[in-house]
């Protein structure tokens, strides 16, 4: 089974193994949701991710709304930089 290598973007680094979020070593505590929806995204970047898979990432089989993703993307984006919401997450219409 290959490793799982850990994800460095910005001051953060996603732990795939551990499951975790680190911004400059300090833990940052998210949802089970949020990091998994965290992880997809970082898995893919520069890639346009469909809201979809987003849910899919987050929730599995259960079913959720839009509003649901939209709530946990903003608290994603507040997370990672409340100064900028749109440096790591964006949001493309259509």
Do not use: C
């Not at 490793?3 to 973007?9: E, H, I, L, P, R």
């Not at 259960?62 to 984006?77: F, I, Q």
Request: charged fraction near 25%; charge should be positive.
């Amino acid at each position: 089974m290959p490793a799982v290598a850990d994800v460095a973007f910005g001051p953060y680094r996603l732990d795939p193994r551990g499951r975790s979020l680190f911004r400059g070593g300090e833990p940052v505590v998210l949802s089970p949701y949020e990091y998994e929806v965290l992880h997809l995204l970082v898995r893919r970047p520069n890639q346009v991710t469909s809201k979809d898979a987003l849910i899919r990432a987050g929730w599995n089989d259960t079913a959720v709304g839009d509003n649901s993703l939209e709530k946990l993307v903003s608290k994603l984006r507040r997370y990672l930089d409340a100064g900028n919401l749109n440096r790591y997450i964006r949001t493309v219409q259509g």
